[in-house]
């Protein structure tokens, strides 16, 4: 293997070079990617619309016309950690992202825990996006041929399970096949979701000031105080969901060693990114609610029977019905596209993995043409596919309930990256005030508040009534906490095995901790 090259680039201000620690290049191809587009890729893994569609109603529900304030809290916590994110891949460009970073700062093991929260929560969204994109895609079918029958068709399992396996396997081909082929797919449906985003705002706006719906209300800056919520417990179940709208941000730094100015490209593009999403979901959020308000009857956000599908209930209404077609056309593109830019960071986490000696060596295979992981993205989508599947064929309560849990996996990763960030730069926190805040403060203070919302979530889902409300029989503990543990302590499992059967890497012979001698600095 061939080292990768961390020497600082033309224009950087340099006091010197990092420690490699022995990180290794792992063949991808360089320079393949630019600012907009890892800002795209970034964009699209996070999926606006589809998380608005899916989350605006329930948040809504939770903290009422607050909504717009717990979604500016989500967004602090997200770019504390982001922060964290763009130091550490100054230092350490490694595709590898939160994996290689917390191995560095804290040892393997911790590491590769840290590696498998990321790939399991990732399977677990590429599995929704799947299911979302295919009830979608049905609905849309239905819509455009009037015809119910066609839209009923999703309610076929068989069909439902072909359908969603169709679209995971050209997701997969087109992940297979580069960053090239990756970003022009990206460019036209993330254009396309944000422009019809926009559309609906501007039209939401419209119907709000004529007084369109009974529901509506005039704009109030109290919404956008969070300490208006009525409890805590609300408060901790809204940040919650305003957390997964933000999760999958990362995904530019996974592409750090295909990016034009892998040192700082990625880290820049993050947070691009994260203005984009704050942005449009605020904008979103304030326009809807004073369009039909937040409450629980007729149109209002809080409705239970729409508060899981809100952009369903709202694109006639609003939107007219031959616009309104064109948000189903969003909802689609937003889940579709997010479900093939997902691959990008579990299938570099398992290649940097593989490369490292911590998983199978088969992993670390790079297709000689597409300079892709190949074997490693595929694998992603046979993963997929089969945890889709086995888990509709189960029970729909316990994929609902995985979902859940996916909270858990996105605060645990998170978290531990943030905090390795600190520890990784603890010899330079005194250097100078920016590298106080950067690489110190502001990481330690994301971790810790995505560390509290994760033993919160843990607390919570310790009741059977959260989630879909099921239970283990015979435990009497609530399926969300019984899967989210469970998985964690399945990537235990698989640690152990993989230590014996790969002892170099987990002495700390292959990537080793180290902190940074000297830094490329802006």
Request: aromatic share 10%; glycine share 12%.
């Amino acid at each position: 293997m061939t080292q990768l090259d961390v020497r600082p680039q033309v224009g950087d201000t340099v006091s010197g070079v990092a420690e490699d620690g022995g990180v290794r290049g792992k063949g991808l191809g360089k320079g393949s990617v630019g600012l907009v587009g890892s800002a795209v890729i970034g964009i699209s893994t996070v999926a606006p619309v589809y998380c608005l569609t899916s989350t605006l109603g329930s948040t809504a529900g939770e903290v009422g016309v607050q909504m717009p304030a717990v979604f500016l809290a989500g967004f602090i916590p997200m770019l504390l950690v982001a922060f964290a994110y763009r130091e550490l891949n100054k230092a350490v460009p490694d595709c590898g992202t939160s994996f290689t970073w917390t191995v560095k700062a804290f040892g393997p093991r911790i590491g590769w825990m840290c590696g498998w929260g990321l790939v399991i929560a990732t399977i677990i969204v590429l599995s929704n996006l799947a299911g979302v994109a295919t009830s979608y895609f049905w609905l849309l079918a239905g819509e455009i041929t009037g015809n119910p029958s066609i839209a009923a068709l999703d309610d076929s399992k068989p069909v439902h399970i072909l359908t969603c396996l169709t679209l995971i396997a050209v997701a997969t081909a087109i992940s297979y096949r580069g960053m090239t082929a990756t970003k022009g797919v990206q460019y036209t449906l993330v254009g396309l979701q944000l422009a019809v985003l926009a559309i609906f705002v501007a039209m939401a706006f419209q119907k709000a000031s004529a007084g369109s719906f009974d529901t509506g209300l005039d704009f109030s800056w109290q919404w956008m105080n969070p300490f208006a919520v009525e409890s805590m417990g609300a408060f901790t179940a809204g940040l919650s969901l305003s957390i997964f709208m933000y999760w999958g941000w990362d995904a530019c730094l996974a592409t750090n060693e295909e990016t034009t100015g892998s040192a700082k490209t990625p880290g820049r593009a993050s947070l691009i990114a994260m203005i984009v999403l704050v942005g449009s979901y605020l904008a979103t959020g304030i326009a809807a609610q004073m369009a039909v308000g937040s409450g629980t009857g007729g149109l209002g956000l809080g409705n239970p029977e729409t508060s899981g599908n809100v952009f369903a209930a709202l694109a006639g209404p609003v939107m007219g019905p031959m616009l309104g077609i064109l948000l189903f056309v969003a909802v689609l593109a937003s889940a579709t596209a997010s479900l093939q830019t997902t691959f990008i960071p579990v299938a570099r986490t398992v290649l940097a993995m593989s490369t490292y000696e911590a998983l199978p060596a088969s992993y670390a295979k790079v297709h000689p043409r597409f300079k892709t992981p190949g074997r490693a993205t595929v694998m992603a989508g046979v993963a997929t596919g089969a945890f889709y599947t086995v888990m509709t064929l189960v029970s729909e309560n316990v994929l609902t309930d995985t979902i859940f849990a996916l909270g858990l996996m996105i605060c645990f990763y998170y978290s531990l990256t943030a905090f390795a960030c600190a520890w990784y730069f603890r010899g330079e926190l005194r250097r100078s005030a920016r590298d106080l805040f950067f690489k110190g403060v502001f990481p330690v203070l994301g971790g810790l508040l995505l560390a509290a919302v994760f033993f919160k979530t843990l607390t919570d889902a310790w009741d059977p009534s959260y989630g879909s409300g099921s239970t283990i029989p015979g435990l009497g503990v609530g399926s969300v906490f019984v899967i989210g543990v469970g998985l964690l302590a399945l990537g235990l499992v698989i640690m152990i095995v993989t230590e014996r059967r790969s002892p170099a890497f987990f002495r700390g012979e292959i990537l080793t901790k180290s902190t940074p001698a000297l830094v490329v600095e802006d």
